[in-house]
């Protein structure tokens, strides 16, 4: 297992703010995609699609829950496998 040690969290956060059609500014890192951002499920499940697509590393579906805010999904980010190439 390859554990990613870097995280761009420039792609990240435009991940995001594209998924939920937000302004860059009205991302912050503990902001809530649900509850301030308006998100629903579907919302959080494109989220880890697209970070898993463009990043290149697999996220377990178990930590689906924990993508709540920007912050949140750096941690789970940290400790994410880097796929094989």
Known sequence: MTVNTSVDVTAV???I????ELEDDELT?????????GAD??????ILSRIEKEL??????DDLV??????AVLVVLAGAERRRP
């Open 66 to 71: 924990k993508l709540v805010n920007l912050d």
């Open 56 to 61: 290149g590393v697999v996220i377990p579906q």
């Open 41 to 46: 499920s579907l919302g959080a499940i494109e």
């Open 17 to 20: 703010v594209d998924t939920l």
């Open 29 to 37: 890192g503990t902001s809530l995609f649900i509850e301030d951002h």
């Open 13 to 15: 956060r435009a991940i």
